[in-house]
T-cell receptor, first 114, second 112 residues
Framework: KAGVTQTPRYLIKTRGQQVTLSCSPI?????VSWYQQTPGQGLQFLFE???????NKGNFPGRFSGRQFSNSRSEMNVSTLELGDSALYLC?????????????FGPGTRLTVT | KQEVTQIPAALSVPEGENLVLNCSFT??????LQWFRQDPGKGLTSLLL?????REQTSGRLNASLDKSSGRSTLYIAASQPGDSATYLC???????????FGQGTELSVKP
């Protein structure tokens, strides 16, 4: 089975622009979660989508949004980029087994805001 | 509020040593705990997942234990190799879903 894929892998944007990142989950996985990783804050949860509905949300401003399509692929969008949005953005897909959602991560998108 | 702590933040050992990485969490009502490995600039690789009903989980040279009552997990790496050099992260689910709370990680360096 193919793993989680993320596109693009690298991105350079200017302050004030917007960006869209894409994540394709492992086939059969219906849950997709997004995380932001920075040296100072570590890994922080952005949001989770399950069956096209946002199920969990982290403490990020409304500039960060996401969506999930019927094929479980997910996109996240960041509007009005700030320098502090420079980070590695990771998505993970998971499949429920009992009460457990074991998460599998993609390679990430490295976003640099200048 | 669930908080996850990992000690030490960094560890440097000579090749061949056995080592233990620690993870503690404040809320013992967890469904499972997952250990990951991250190489610099890369995504996370799942190493082991321990269910709340399990005490241990093993994969090759890796052994993870879980003590829910004390809010602790350990990752034991036997006969360490330079290729084990990476950051190791533990994470617990926030609820029954796809939100994980991560520790800050332990950066491991294994010297040849």
């Amino acid at each position: 089975k193919a793993g989680v894929t993320q596109t693009p892998r690298y991105l350079i944007k200017t302050r004030g622009q917007q960006v869209t990142l894409s994540c394709s989950p492992i086939s059969g996985h219906r849950s997709v979660s997004w995380y932001q990783q920075t040296p100072g804050q570590g890994l922080q949860f952005l949001f989770e989508y399950f069956s096209e509905t946002q199920r969990n949300k982290g403490n990020f401003p409304g500039r960060f949004s996401g969506r999930q399509f019927s094929n479980s692929r997910s996109e996240m969008n960041v509007s009005t980029l700030e320098l502090g949005d420079s980070a590695l953005y990771l998505c993970a897909s998971s499949l429920r087994t009992g009460k457990t959602y074991e998460q599998y991560f993609g390679p990430g998108t490295r976003l640099t805001v200048t | 509020k669930q908080e996850v702590t990992q000690i030490p933040a960094a560890l440097s050992v000579p090749e061949g040593e056995n080592l233990v990485l620690n993870c503690s969490f404040t809320d013992s009502a967890i469904y499972n705990l997952q250990w990951f490995r991250q190489d610099p600039g890369k995504g996370l690789t799942s190493l082991l997942l321990i269910q709340s009903s399990q005490r241990e989980q093993t994969s090759g040279r890796l052994n993870a234990s879980l003590d829910k009552s004390s809010g602790r997990s350990t990752l034991y790496i036997a006969a360490s190799q330079p290729g084990d050099s990476a950051t190791y992260l533990c994470a617990v689910p926030y609820n029954q879903g796809g939100k994980l709370i991560f520790g800050q990680g332990t950066e491991l360096s294994v010297k040849p």
